[in-house]
């Protein structure tokens, strides 16, 4: 059917968050912890969302100094939001939707918000579809390294 979307290819995180070797990254719950993404879940937005910030850097530029800017990237740097695929927990939510905000399947704290029509991100790039978790509402858990193993002093 032309305009559904099958929730069953949706992303599907690890079973066990701890056992999640090779994910890079994890995103948990600020308020509960529960897993909702991983790295290999992230999209990198400035890599393949475009849009009309290339517009409206252009008209800016013309306007204040009657010149046309540089093909230099002005937005470098991190963000304030995470743009995920879509993910199994996010199925009840965003089918059947346009669009609305994402909850924590586990508490219920509000993450962020969904557009399948797109969103611009804040470096003003147009990202479609959106799927827009705001990095306050989460923790990001970065992999450790190699154990090292542990070795008592000789007595």
């Not at 910030?53 to 009657?66: D, I, K, M, P, V």
């Not at 959106?130 to 989460?138: D, E, G, T, W, Y």
Request: charged share 20%.
């Amino acid at each position: 059917e032309e305009g559904w979307v099958d929730p069953d290819t949706f992303a599907v995180l690890p079973e066990d968050g701890l056992n999640s070797q090779g994910q890079g990254a994890l995103y948990r719950c600020r308020k509960c912890r529960k897993l909702l993404a991983t790295s290999r879940h992230a999209l990198p937005v400035d890599q393949v969302a475009v849009g009309h910030s290339l517009f409206r850097r252009h008209y800016r530029a013309y306007q204040t100094t009657g010149q046309q800017p540089s093909d230099k990237s002005g937005d470098e740097g991190g963000g304030t939001s995470l743009f995920l695929e879509p993910i199994a927990w996010m199925a009840d939510a965003v089918v059947g939707a346009v669009q609305g905000k994402l909850y924590c399947p586990a508490c219920n704290a509000r993450l962020g918000s969904f557009n399948w029509a797109g969103i611009t991100s804040e470096h003003g790039l147009w990202v479609t579809p959106a799927f827009q978790v705001h990095l306050s509402k989460v923790d990001v858990v970065q992999p450790a390294g190699p154990a090292l193993p542990i070795q008592r002093p000789k007595r």
